[in-house]
């Protein structure tokens, strides 16, 4: 139980799941908390901590309090936690801002908003798709970075198999949004494969 592992193992060793379970607290008739906490998962991944109050009161099981103690919480977290300040000086400075989704059984595409000086203005999930694909578009990772006002993007997405290795298909999408971006302006600085079997860049490897 995610209490129980919190108190042997320490706070850092819980999922996203986890934590929520934990911040829940109890479900309901018919629906446990872990299953709460899951269904609740892609609105926050999606959103992030500015996910709406309305949002979180729609999840089934979540109520009225419940749904305020989650936007409070996301608040604190947000005024308090951020990335901003962050500088990406290398594709190894990535992985640590996405690990909480190394877990996800599906694809998650996340866009990092960078200033000129590589320093993090914005974490976003743009896009959440199947176990194997997530189809993106260059307007769904790029209208959030030029709201930002951002110098340059990094992309990344998560593979549940473990395995980063590139496919042909992420070998396009990358050439499709490099191109995207310059149209834009924008630099597309790197696109990040990243599992629990460590990551890919395409920087590094000379494809960007």
Same mark, same amino acid.
């Given at each position: 139980?995610?209490?129980?592992?919190?108190?042997?193992?320490?706070?850092?060793?819980?999922?996203?799941?986890?934590?929520?379970?934990?911040?829940?607290?109890?479900?309901?008739?018919?629906?446990? /908390? *872990?299953?709460?906490?899951?269904? !609740? $998962?892609?609105?926050?991944?999606?959103?992030?901590? #500015? @996910?709406p109050?309305? &949002?979180?009161?729609?999840?089934?099981?979540?109520?009225?309090?419940?749904?305020?103690?989650?936007?409070?919480?996301?608040?604190?977290?947000?005024?308090?936690?951020r990335?901003?300040?962050?500088?990406?000086?290398?594709?190894?400075?990535?992985?640590?801002?996405?690990?909480?989704?190394?877990?996800?059984?599906?694809?998650?595409?996340?866009?990092?908003?960078?200033?000129?000086?590589?320093?993090?203005?914005? /974490? *976003?999930?743009?896009?959440?798709? !199947? $176990?194997?694909?997530?189809?993106?578009?260059?307007? #769904? @990772?790029?209208v959030? &970075?030029?709201?930002?006002?951002?110098?340059?993007?990094i992309?990344?997405?998560?593979?549940?198999?473990?395995?980063?290795?590139?496919?042909?298909?992420?070998?396009?999408?990358?050439?499709?949004?490099?191109?995207?971006?310059?149209?834009?302006?924008?630099?597309?600085?790197?696109?990040?494969?990243?599992?629990?079997?460590?990551?890919?860049?395409?920087?590094?490897?000379?494809?960007?």
């Amino acid at each position: 139980m995610p209490r129980e592992k919190l108190e042997q193992q320490g706070v850092r060793a819980l999922s996203d799941e986890e934590l929520i379970a934990v911040m829940l607290g109890s479900g309901v008739q018919g629906l446990p /908390v *872990r299953a709460i906490a899951q269904r !609740l $998962l892609p609105a926050i991944d999606q959103a992030g901590p #500015e @996910v709406p109050y309305s &949002a979180l009161e729609q999840v089934p099981g979540i109520g009225r309090s419940k749904a305020m103690m989650l936007a409070a919480a996301f608040e604190f977290s947000r005024r308090r936690i951020r990335p901003e300040g962050v500088r990406i000086l290398s594709a190894r400075d990535v992985p640590p801002l996405l690990q909480h989704l190394c877990d996800r059984r599906q694809e998650h595409v996340v866009a990092i908003s960078l200033s000129g000086s590589h320093e993090v203005i914005r /974490v *976003r999930t743009v896009s959440i798709g !199947l $176990l194997a694909s997530c189809p993106v578009h260059p307007r #769904e @990772v790029f209208v959030g &970075a030029i709201k930002d006002h951002a110098y340059s993007v990094i992309l990344a997405h998560n593979h549940p198999s473990g395995d980063p290795k590139p496919s042909e298909e992420d070998k396009r999408v990358t050439a499709q949004l490099k191109e995207a971006a310059a149209t834009l302006g924008m630099r597309l600085l790197d696109h990040i494969i990243f599992a629990k079997r460590g990551f890919y860049s395409f920087q590094e490897a000379g494809l960007l």
